[in-house]
């Protein structure tokens, strides 16, 4: 019962490092996406990937590259990461069904950017 | 003023007790409406989808109000274990990406 894993579960950077978040999921999703969370803020949608070898931007996609290396991975690259970045983030996915669309979410990457 | 807005609490009430909050839309196209549970540091898990008619289960009933453009939660005989934040989801139906989650309302059981 995976379901949607992600790593690392921390993580702390300096400015301008790299680093690329992984996230799998195993219950043939088609869709999935990336978040982040900050305080009072809610979820905000970076990007998303609405099938294999097909991304989007979301609301907040600066800074940010995905890859969706097959149906069961979608990656999210930080080139240089800025303080701005710090956030925990969440990756998702959901069944391509237009009307339910609910998400199940990894546990999370707790990341701080120095 | 914010797609989707939620009163951030914390609301603070006693074993037992019955709560509600309110959550609104601004996005009259929005279609599919849903809670989120989200416990400290943890992901959100759903806890119910809100269907037009309204719905319940068990303690938990939601509702949808159109003309308002509003959805309600509302907890009866509240358990300890309900202490979380709760996050109002709203989805336009015609875009896989138009998920808006609220910021959030914060339930706190107290004995």
């Known amino acids: 019962n995976a379901g949607v894993t992600q790593t690392p579960k921390f993580q702390v950077l300096k400015t301008g490092q790299s680093m690329t978040l992984q996230c799998a999921q195993d219950?043939?999703?088609?869709?999935m996406y990336w978040y982040r969370q900050d305080p009072g803020m809610g979820l905000r949608l970076i990007y998303y990937s609405a099938s294999e070898g097909t991304t989007d931007k979301g609301e907040v996609p600066n800074g940010y590259n995905v890859s969706r290396l097959n149906k069961r991975e979608f990656s999210l690259r930080l080139e240089s990461a800025a303080p701005s970045q710090t956030s925990v983030y969440f990756c998702?996915?959901?069944?391509?069904?237009?009307?339910?669309?609910?998400?199940?979410f990894g546990a999370g990457t707790r990341l701080s950017v120095l | 003023r914010k797609e989707v807005e939620q009163d951030p609490g914390p609301f603070n009430v006693p074993e037992g007790a019955t709560v509600a909050f309110n959550c609104t839309y601004s996005n009259s196209a929005s279609q599919s409406f849903f809670w989120y549970r989200q416990d400290c540091r943890k992901e959100p898990k759903l806890l119910m989808s809100v269907y037009s008619s309204g719905n319940e289960d068990g303690r938990f009933t939601a509702q949808l109000n159109r003309a308002s453009q509003y959805i309600s939660l509302l907890i009866r005989d509240s358990k300890l274990s309900d202490s979380a934040t709760y996050l109002c989801?709203?989805?336009?139906?015609?875009?896989?990406?138009?998920?808006?989650f609220g910021s959030g309302t914060r339930l706190s059981i107290r004995p």
């Open positions: 219950m043939n999703h088609n869709s």
């Open positions: 989801v709203v989805k336009e139906y015609s875009s896989a990406s138009k998920i808006i």
């Open positions: 998702a996915s959901s069944d391509r069904d237009r009307v339910s669309n609910i998400q199940y």
